[in-house]
């Protein structure tokens, strides 16, 4: 099967993006910008991420996209997602292009994250990035093919099972050094090796999983009694699984709204 090109990836992505499962999955709204583009025309596709600033003090160090709470004067979760990739990493509005709205998750912080997926409008490398140096010290970019295959060059995979609020899950983990992916640094660092875990890893895997129209080779969910993120929420006080929501590539969910 030949490797979907950016633009199949993105009608995959709009696809998926369906108005009845973007219903917050708290009460606490934030958003992240997940920007993807080709290395090269008709090359790889890669996902730009960031490693925050080991000065911040919430996060300190972790590897995530652009984004954040929202704040009153932004309207919904694009303008959320957009402004901060412009407050962290100076990109502006006319450099990248919105393409999907996916299905919020739950964070560990409780808030619920809106997944919007854009795609760079100029070659990387002719984007002039200004990062904020007071969040931000690392930004590079990942294969987006890398989250659906457990061996993978210069990165290790693992994962690490866990319960929250009695609810089972599990957390992928992928030591990945980017090498030739460091677009920007604003420390020096002896290694250019980044830990993506957690709700990056999860995010990554699901857009990848749609994009690429193939599950992983890894094992997502031991069995049943796991979770996704996707389909878990915070309500009356709880984390809980949400009712009737099907699984990313389900077939009946083809064909949804797109932004």
């Known amino acids: 099967m030949a490797t979907p090109t950016l633009d199949q990836i993105i009608a995959h992505v709009?696809?998926?993006?369906?108005p009845d499962r973007k219903r917050p999955v708290s009460y606490k709204h934030?958003?992240?910008l997940i920007p993807i583009y080709e290395a090269s025309p008709g090359g790889h596709v890669r996902v730009l991420l960031t490693q925050r600033s080991q000065n911040l003090r919430s996060h300190p160090g972790e590897t995530c996209f652009p984004g954040g709470k929202r704040d009153e004067e932004d309207?919904?979760?694009?303008?959320?997602a957009l402004r901060e990739a412009r407050e962290e990493l100076g990109i502006q509005e006319d450099q990248i292009r919105v393409v999907a709205v996916l299905p919020p998750v739950l964070s560990k912080h409780l808030y619920s994250v809106t997944p919007v997926v854009a795609t760079v409008t100029s070659p990387i490398h002719d984007i002039v990035l200004e990062p904020n140096g007071d969040e931000v010290d690392h930004v590079f970019s990942a294969p987006l093919e890398m989250f659906l295959n457990h061996v993978w060059p210069d990165a290790r995979y693992s994962f690490k099972d866990g319960i929250w609020d009695d609810i089972k899950y599990r957390m992928h983990v992928w030591e990945y050094s980017a090498c030739d992916a460091l677009l920007h640094c604003h420390i020096a660092s002896e290694s250019n090796t980044f830990v993506i875990w957690g709700l990056t890893a999860a995010l990554c895997i699901m857009v990848a999983e749609i994009g690429y129209q193939r599950p992983p080779s890894f094992c997502c969910l031991p069995d049943a009694s796991y979770s996704m993120l996707h389909d878990i929420e915070y309500a009356d006080g709880k984390v809980r699984r949400r009712a009737m929501l099907k699984h990313p590539l389900d077939e009946d969910e083809k064909g949804g709204g797109s932004i």
């Open 14 to 18: 709009q696809a998926h993006a369906i």
């Open 30 to 32: 934030a958003a992240v």
């Open 75 to 80: 309207t919904d979760d694009v303008c959320t």
